[in-house]
């Protein structure tokens, strides 16, 4: 005990927990699969700062209504109570521990919704703050987490530890009757989505370590996968607001994802556009092709002189590539999050395989269109959390996959 008094009792606690956790629900699409976490820091019972993690890489929620507060004009020392719906990290991941910022903040209470349900972290930040002096409550209610990130609990469930794969975004865009492609005298054969859908995946593409894609995309529409543009940030409900470039709060901290291609027989051609050097203010990462044990080796040196990295997989009895081996091996080149970008051949294998944990799917005006259509599919598939919103002239979906 530090004897220090809080200025909210326990049901004010609760409420505030409750609104925070309610808020950082918008952004759950933008930071999984972390979990959606609000903060507030308080003086004298009054809320002088909020805070969101609102998209992943991004700062955590803590530091944010830290930072807030200190735009409040309210001096650190009158600052008592910091409420946060999720046990503060105590390990330095993609940004630094929020328990170091709540203890250079000086705050002497915190109040906790929920302890980290991931058992390598479990009670970690709790012990941290408490060693550190600091008044640590934990709400008694049942952890709200099931309810705010189911997503984050199915992350860091045991299996997914014991056999880890990055989580993966499958992103497409589909005609009004569910095609990948349009009709051939529609868009170039290829363009199916608006001007701002297309921004958006710039943004999306800002935020995951890898974009991933089947070499049947690279045949047939031949694209560079980079990041192109700045764009302005954008009004969205629960989209992330930063823009490109600012993601840790950092202008220009954005590294480009690396680039990953799925070709079993190296079929992807040495002067393919994701090879040539970046045009203006465009960012690449490294060009990764993954294939067969024992690849033509003719078609290997031309690919790495080219630039490609090439890595080998096991085979599938079905399938060309085994998808658990080229997930796993995403995971251990470090990516832990990816955008699947592909034709519905891989999109379709990696879906039944259970890989995808989250779809952002944009249905643009078009009618008809080529291949199979995934309408079907996503009336009947196991899609939780479903949000409709609207691009420009598109229809979005954004859902869990369950
Ligand atoms: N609307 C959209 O969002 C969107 C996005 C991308 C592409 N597209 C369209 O999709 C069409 C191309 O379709 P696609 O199906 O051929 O492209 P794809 O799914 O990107 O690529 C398929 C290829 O990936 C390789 N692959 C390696 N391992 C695999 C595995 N385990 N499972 C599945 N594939 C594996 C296979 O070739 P190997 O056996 O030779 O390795 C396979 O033929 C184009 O018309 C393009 O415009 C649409």
Redesign the pocket.
């Known amino acids: 005990m530090n004897g220090v008094t809080p200025s909210i009792d326990s049901a004010q606690a609760r409420e505030l927990l409750e609104g925070l956790g309610e808020e950082a629900r918008r952004f759950r699409f933008e930071v999984a699969p972390n979990p959606c976490v609000g903060a507030a820091v308080l003086s004298g019972g009054q809320v002088i700062g909020r805070g969101f993690h609102r998209v992943w890489g991004g700062p955590h929620a803590e530091v944010e209504a830290i930072a807030q507060a200190d735009g409040s004009g309210v001096p650190r020392e009158r600052w008592d109570t910091l409420v946060v719906t999720l046990e503060p990290c105590s390990s330095t991941g993609k940004t630094g521990p929020c328990v170091q910022a709540i203890l250079d903040a000086g705050i002497p209470y915190v109040v906790v919704g929920a302890t980290d349900p991931d058992p390598r972290h479990r009670g970690e930040g709790l012990e941290q703050l408490r060693a550190a002096g600091v008044e640590v409550m934990v709400d008694p209610v049942p952890a709200p987490l099931e309810r705010v990130a189911p997503h984050f609990l199915r992350w860091s469930d045991r299996d997914r530890i014991r056999r880890p794969r990055p989580w993966t975004v499958a992103k ?3 005609t009004l009757t569910g095609q ?2 349009p009709p051939k005298d529609v868009g170039d054969g ?1 363009w ?1 989505s608006c001007g701002a859908s297309l921004e958006e995946v710039q943004l999306l593409r800002g935020r995951v370590d890898a974009i991933v ?5 690279i045949l ?2 031949d694209p560079r996968l980079t990041l192109r543009r700045s764009p302005s940030p954008m009004a969205v409900d629960g989209l992330q607001t930063l823009p490109l470039g600012d993601v840790a709060g950092k202008p220009g901290a954005t590294v480009a994802p690396a680039r990953v291609i ?4 190296l ?1 992807t051609p040495p002067e393919a556009r994701i090879f040539a050097a970046p045009e203006g203010g465009e960012r690449g990462g490294a060009v990764h092709v993954v294939t067969l044990p024992g690849a033509d080796p003719i078609r290997r040196r031309a690919l790495e002189a080219a630039g490609a990295r090439i890595h080998s997989v096991r085979g ?1 009895k079905r ?3 085994d ?1 658990r081996s080229a997930w796993a091996w995403l995971w251990d080149q470090g990516f832990r999050r990816v955008m699947l ?7 379709g ?1 990696a879906l039944e395989a259970g890989f995808v944990d989250q779809l952002r799917v944009y249905t643009g005006s078009v009618r008809g269109g ?2 199979e259509s995934l309408a079907g599919w996503l009336v009947e598939a196991p899609l939780e959390e479903r949000l409709h919103r609207e691009s420009g002239s598109d229809a979005v979906l954004e859902a869990f996959h369950g």
């Open positions: 497409w865009a589909q990948l492609s290829r199916i894609t089947g070499v049947g995309t047939a529409d799925l070709d079993s027989w079929r599938a399938q060309s590539l998808l970008e592909s034709g519905p051949t891989l999109l294998n080529e291949g």
